[in-house]
């Protein structure tokens, strides 16, 4: 058994890669049957997944550490090749979509994956390979520079994550000496984000432009594989937060102000959520995986099989540590069918969200890593979101095992805190159609834009006289808005589809996680509605999903006496 720390990289030739393609893509062509066509697939796919392995090494090693030269060179290599490699991808799927045994091909595989390949073919163009890796090199600019951070904070030095507690301080001026120490890295290095950002937006327009679409937003929509909605269904269902959950939060946070002792709320107070003090994990990182496991031993199975082929193989990065990158994410090394979990534990309850919301991502991966087709490892984004943010729930009958006697303080701020993301969700994603709708905006205009956004969504929201913050700049802190463009909404979706797994599983618990095994197990091979009516959920366009999900989980919330929390 192979761990992570030996997995082999081995940086490719892509001028040997692309001749060796040239050779397995002329072999599918020229199959004169459907079994033929179906093993010049498999080797293709091979080839793909060797070249995505190779990738992800890369992505994994350096966001580790972003002090390894090594690394970040060969993750600046992949930034410049990765466009080249999309080609390739490309080839296969125009050579695919007209296969004369398409039919045949289809019904082994599904239509989800020649939709992908239509969306993908849609998408590229050599004619913007320059701009491409033009794109790839500020994305990873702005993770780079995220990551450099180190402030200063009490005679200590901190990254951004590790300040993470002494936000939750009960000391309300600690509380705001870290939201200044924090938010002072991004004010001081303010000209290099509105740049990075700024050279962003123009590239993405010209990619667009180039490839005949109006403006960014089209495209964007046609890059997250959005088969079965469109912008005008996302506005619809923005509108259904904007009058149903913007005024229930507004209750939840006139709650938290009394709640915490206070005559109004102030931004550093937003995530202190009560008097006595956030529930806390009651260990070390080590002790958390210990239970962590315990908890997925007990939960079914299939979760203790997973859990324990992470823990064998050291597919887990949690500690936050200078020169790491920022927040969390899971990926999937194909080669060796491994899951990978990156996150930043910082001693708050967040640690316990990451353990669950990742292992979700993670466990779904491993549940359908046999499909055999790399378009279906993960679903689509907001796809994805369910079975992270679902995992986080149904793994709350364990919670007592993480937070003791706080289990019931963590539990309702988990949910609220839910409830309160919704807002900020979809303002993120209003403010991307607003940027790429708008190219030639300047960074003022942008966060001219933010501010007004967040009188909609955020009314109660005040930066008691913070500069940086109420000039509108509060997104540059998002790295999704940098890094992968439009992909925030499908959290907001995701969530209503999670908050439908809580009702159920406090309902019928055996059935519903039926349901969300089945929904790991299809993988990618459905599109979004698809896999949302597979997994017997209410599709969150639809008119009162949100209504119903919500007055649900309002009247859980009003039943608990949160003072005595």
């Known amino acids: 058994m192979q761990k992570f720390e030996n997995y082999i990289y081995e940086r490719p030739d892509l001028q040997q890669e692309k001749s060796k393609f040239t050779e397995l893509l002329t072999s599918f062509t020229a199959a004169d049957s459907t079994e033929k066509a179906t093993r010049a697939i498999e080797a293709i796919n091979a080839f793909r997944n060797r070249l995505s392995t190779m990738s992800n090494l890369v992505y994994i090693r ?83 520079l995220v990551a450099s951070a180190e402030v200063e904070f009490q005679g200590e030095t901190y990254t951004l994550a590790q300040l993470g507690p002494f936000v939750q301080d009960k000391d309300r001026s600690i509380r705001k000496e870290a939201v200044n120490a924090s938010t002072g890295f991004f004010e001081s290095h303010a000209e290099k984000f509105d ?21 960014f937003v089209e495209l964007g929509y046609v890059r997250m594989l959005r088969i079965d909605y469109d912008a005008g269904m996302v506005a619809v269902f923005r ?55 315990k908890m997925y031993e007990e939960l079914s199975p299939e979760t203790r099989e997973f859990f324990q082929y992470m823990l064998d193989r050291n597919l887990m ?31 708050t309850s967040g640690d316990i969200d990451v353990l669950t919301h990742e292992a979700g991502h993670a466990f779904q991966a491993y549940s359908s890593r046999d499909i055999g087709i790399p378009e279906y490892l993960f679903p689509t984004y907001e796809s994805a979101e369910i079975h992270s943010m679902s995992m986080e729930f149904f793994t709350w009958p364990w919670m007592e095992r993480f937070f003791k006697e706080e289990t019931d303080k963590y539990k309702y701020a988990h949910l609220a805190d839910g409830l309160q993301f919704l807002p900020y969700g979809v303002a993120v994603d209003e403010f991307q159609h607003l940027v790429y ?25 005040d930066y008691d006289g913070n500069a940086y913050l109420e000039a509108g700049s509060f997104w540059q802190r998002q790295g999704h808005i940098y890094d992968v463009p439009f992909y925030y909404i499908d959290y907001t979706l995701a969530q209503i589809c999670a908050f439908q797994f809580w009702k159920r599983s406090r309902e019928q618990n055996e059935e519903a996680w039926n349901d969300y095994l089945k929904l790991c197990k299809l993988g990618g091979s459905k599109s979004f509605l698809g896999l949302v009516k597979a997994a017997n959920l209410r599709s969150p366009f639809e008119e009162g999903t949100v209504e119903s999900v919500v007055g649900t989980i309002e009247d859980w919330l009003n039943s608990v006496d949160d003072k005595a929390l």
């Open 62 to 144: 350096a966001s580790i550490n972003t002090n390894d030269e090594f690394y970040q060179n060969e993750r600046d290599f992949f930034d410049n090749i990765e466009p080249e490699v999309q080609a390739m991808s490309t080839e296969f799927y125009k050579e695919l979509i007209r296969s004369p045994y398409r039919n045949d091909l289809e019904k082994q595989w599904g239509a989800q994956l020649f939709q992908i390949a239509d969306h993908e073919i849609r998408a590229f163009s050599p004619e913007v390979i320059h701009l491409l890796q033009q794109e790839n090199k500020l994305s990873s600019e702005y993770a780079k």
């Open 317 to 347: 990065d949690l500690e936050a540590k200078k020169g790491k990158e920022a927040g969390g994410y899971c990926t999937f090394i194909e080669d060796y069918e491994s899951p990978f979990i990156f996150a930043n534990f910082n001693g």
């Open 195 to 215: 740049n990075i950002y700024d050279q962003l937006v123009k590239v993405r327009h010209e990619i667009a432009t180039t490839l005949g679409y109006k403006n």
């Open 239 to 293: 509108k259904q937060v904007r009058d149903v959950i913007v005024p229930l939060v507004s209750k939840l946070q006139e709650k938290q102000t009394e709640r915490i002792g206070l005559d109004s709320l102030k931004f550093y107070d937003e995530y202190f959520k009560f008097e006595n003090g956030n529930a806390k994990p009651k260990g070390t990182p080590e002790w958390i995986i210990e239970n962590g496991k």
């Open 437 to 461: 709708e708008n190219p030639t905006w300047t960074p003022d205009e942008r966060k001219q834009a933010w501010k007004k956004l967040e009188e909609i969504y955020l009314p109660n929201r």
